[in-house]
């Protein structure tokens, strides 16, 4: 069984910085895409990073590319998104997800296991 748990989350100021970890358990991901996801107030799930574990092959949504950053460490099976440079408009509910696939999808109805959350919120 897929575990994933966010942490890292917290209130920062605009310009600042966080990152944000996903420790995996319950099998292997080297075939696997992880994936960030974020939900604001209101707001449908959005796309925020996804990184291909075996080939480290990452795509990034628009909004976020060049203050994000997607990576992950196979020895303690975590991935990690370095948000950088945050704005007011970066708050949210930020998800990790886990897909069984080669392709990295932007789409979250291809992601078959998710955490449970962690609360960002930039101050303006």
């Known amino acids: 069984q897929v575990q994933l748990v966010e942490s890292g989350g917290g209130l920062v100021q605009a310009g600042g910085s966080l990152r944000l970890s996903c420790a995996a358990s319950?099998?292997?991901?080297?075939?696997?895409?992880m994936g960030w996801f974020r939900q604001a107030p209101g707001k449908e799930r959005e796309f925020v990073a996804a990184?291909?574990?075996?080939?480290?092959?990452?795509l990034y949504a628009n909004s976020v590319k060049g203050r994000f950053t997607i990576s992950r460490d196979n020895a303690k099976n975590t991935v990690y998104l370095q948000m950088n440079s945050l704005k007011s408009e970066d708050t949210a509910v930020y998800y990790c997800a886990a897909d069984r696939s080669v392709v990295v999808h932007m789409t979250s109805a291809f992601y078959g296991d998710w955490g449970q959350g962690t609360q960002v919120t930039v101050s303006s």
């Open positions: 319950g099998r292997s991901f080297s075939s696997y895409v």
């Open positions: 990184i291909r574990w075996s080939t480290d092959y990452a």
